[in-house]
């Protein structure tokens, strides 16, 4: 697949287990600073719950830089770790989720609890409500002041995200562009714009 999948907004979904409730958040997240504050809240949200373990993968699936996770005191290896491997291996990125504890007086142990929490972010992933997520590039393109209606029109109908715009003897527009569809979109802009136009193509996020 050429896109990957994200959460439309934030959901929540309830699990027993043993008489422990297990309370799993997901949010989109992009990049890790909006995926430790989405944590922060969490625990605010829930100060009395016996844990609050998460794990994020806050980029692209296949970006390991962006992924992280915790037991927030659990065993070692029995919370974030095979919640983030749920995550690994599905088709999400873009995503944080915090699985909240109440402690219902029954030990799980070590097993239980990789189970449990697995059991938790599976389940959810399964009912989340998501969209597909196309990996950009980032563009810069410069045109002539006579030209910026004509193209301000053309990318507002179309699939780039216009992400900045600066001024001076001529404009230059900071776009974000699907890599699938950016062959031909590039096609028209220089078509549109007879030539007219500088592109300076960044190197792939």
Partial sequence: MDYYQSPTHEQRFDLE?????????????????????????????YPDANHNCWAFVAGAPNNVHLWDQSDDGEPKGTAGKPMLNVLQHS???????????????????AGGLVRAYSQAVVEALDQLEWEE??????????IAYPMLGKVEYWLENSDIEVEDKQFSDEIECRIAVIERTWAANKQAL????????????????
């Fill in 17 to 45: 287990i043993k008489n422990s409730q297990f309370i799993t958040t997901i949010r989109r997240t992009k990049g890790r600073d909006q995926a430790k504050a989405f944590i922060d809240e969490m625990n605010h949200r």
């Fill in 133 to 142: 997520i196309y990996p950009r590039q980032s563009v810069s393109i410069k």
């Fill in 91 to 109: 088709n999400f990125g873009e995503i944080t989720v915090v699985v909240t504890r109440y402690f219902g007086g029954i030990k799980l142990g």
């Fill in 190 to 205: 220089i078509d549109m714009c007879q030539g007219n136009i500088t592109i300076i193509e960044d190197d792939k996020e």
